[in-house]
């Protein structure tokens, strides 16, 4: 009796597991097995360079006519198309084959077919063709398809990718130029104003590897060069979002607050071009000559949308959607963020002499000519400084001086507690012929930095110590 009330319950259960895989194929359906399977079978193909026009729909319905090479938007001309997107769609249609093919489908709301994902139409050599694409399958990876022909097919679901696109999708965004050769970069942002420029074997700092300058009235004062590399590629190497409007009206660019620009950023860069020179090299190959000329762009950049601002190319009708931590960025800097981050940055060989100013007591060296051994045999050249005729080995402390790092940077300050040790440099420039550097207490963690009369940098006193207690040590 037992054992034949378990195998009641067994065939119970059995029924409800097939009752639940029979309502699942009701509502995934999939090919039937005895369905066509040849991978190689196409079910549409078109030749690309036929086709006249191009509708589809997925977000929108859009359509496009050829021109000639190109192509337009059939509802306004002046819509700068995309035409790599339509290049991939017509290169989808050019042969499109069956994974699977369903021959005796079930309502094509099974399928996803009667509101289909996606729609397709097209005019070739005159004739009209159309498909449909609908869900993908319960199995994934493939998508259900129809072209009219009364079967329901299973095609690659990469097919989707190549229309699924809105309108702003298909617009062809404005190309940026390469402005990587930057000379300036100007930014006005309401009653804020700055310049950056690039200036290289200026003679306006110091030492030669200060090439990028923040300009201050008739200043020009120095910038750490790979902070200043990074703030102007904000813009030098800038990337459009989403294109927002194509065509915006002067009521569209005041909604975008780019009638007055929060921000506007100018740049101006060396393009350089290969011309010509009617010669040829040994090989007979053409020479050209490289030739730079000066060009300028200009970007503006209005309200935040979310996380992003509005912005455009000055003058341009095309509005489109940028980070806004670019706007941040150009909003809030300040000379202090982008300043050298180093406290020397000295050309030993361009130093004649140093004075050295400690303790109450003052010290010249003087550089004499020297050769260290290099280890395979030869020698390479070495600064070698004197004291009083003496040879002193102040090169490492003078290394340690380029090497130090600051503790902390900011505005510029007035020493106002004692100095522990003054540099002098006496080199052999045309100009900044002499360099003076100069540490200060500061508090009871650091010590303060000038150069040249300009404080803004801290060391930390511990590091200053190390160079002091070695440098008493060699005096």
């Not at 129809?146 to 404005?174: I, T």
């Not at 361009?350 to 303790?359: C, E, L, M, R, Y």
């Amino acid at each position: 009796m037992k054992r034949t009330k378990k195998l009641l319950i067994l065939l119970c259960i059995l029924a409800a597991v097939c009752a639940a895989a029979f309502g699942a194929a009701r509502l995934n359906p999939e090919p039937d097995t005895d369905a066509e399977q040849d991978g190689s079978d196409v079910i549409f193909s078109v030749d690309p360079d036929s086709v006249t026009l191009l509708s589809f729909d997925y977000t929108d319905s859009i359509s496009f006519d050829r021109d000639g090479d190109g192509w337009i938007y059939s509802a306004d001309q002046s819509f700068p198309v995309n035409t790599a997107r339509i290049d991939k769609m017509l290169g989808a249609v050019s042969g499109i084959e069956a994974l699977k093919t369903i021959d005796d489908p079930e309502p094509l709301s099974q399928y996803g077919l009667d509101d289909p994902v996606c729609s397709v139409s097209l005019t070739a050599d005159g004739s009209e063709y159309s498909f449909s694409i609908g869900n993908e399958s319960a199995m994934g990876g493939g998508r259900y398809f129809s072209n009219g022909d009364g079967r329901v097919y299973l095609v690659d679901g990469s097919l989707l990718d190549s229309f699924g696109y809105g309108l702003y999708d298909m617009v062809k965004k404005e190309l940026l130029p390469n402005m990587d050769d930057t000379i300036s970069f100007t930014v006005n942002a309401g009653d804020k104003h700055y310049e950056l420029d690039r200036i290289e074997n200026s003679g306006l700092a110091y030492s030669d590897d200060y090439v990028w300058f923040y300009k201050d009235g008739e200043d020009y004062l120095t910038l750490d060069t790979a902070l200043a590399k990074s703030f102007v590629s904000k813009i030098t190497g800038l990337s459009w979002g989403e294109c927002v409007n194509y065509k915006a009206s002067e009521a569209d660019l005041k909604s975008y607050g780019l009638v007055s620009p929060g921000v506007t950023v100018n740049v101006v860069y060396a393009n350089t071009v290969e011309v010509e020179t009617n010669m040829t090299d040994s090989g007979g190959e053409p020479i050209y000559d490289k030739q730079k000329s000066e060009r300028s762009f200009t970007l503006e950049i209005g309200s935040y949308c979310d996380d992003k601002c509005y912005a455009r190319i000055s003058g341009s009708q095309m509005v489109y959607l940028i980070d806004g931590t670019v706007r941040d960025g150009l909003l809030h800097v300040t000379y202090e963020s982008l300043q050298p981050d180093e406290v020397l940055s000295m050309d030993w060989d361009t130093v004649d002499s140093v004075d050295i100013h400690i303790g109450g007591g003052d010290y010249t060296f003087t550089k004499s000519g020297g050769s260290l051994s290099s280890g395979d045999g030869g020698s390479e050249a070495q600064n070698t400084w004197l004291l009083d005729g003496e040879e002193k080995e102040l090169q490492p402390i003078l290394d340690r001086l380029n090497g130090m790092i600051p503790s902390d940077s900011g505005s510029e300050k007035e020493p106002e507690l004692g100095l522990q040790v003054r540099f002098t440099f006496h080199r052999s420039t045309e100009s900044f012929r002499t360099v003076t550097l100069e540490f200060y207490d500061y508090d009871s963690g650091n010590c303060l930095v000038s150069l040249d009369g300009v404080s803004r940098l801290l060391v930390s006193r511990s590091d200053l110590s190390y160079l002091l207690n070695d440098l008493n040590a060699l005096l």
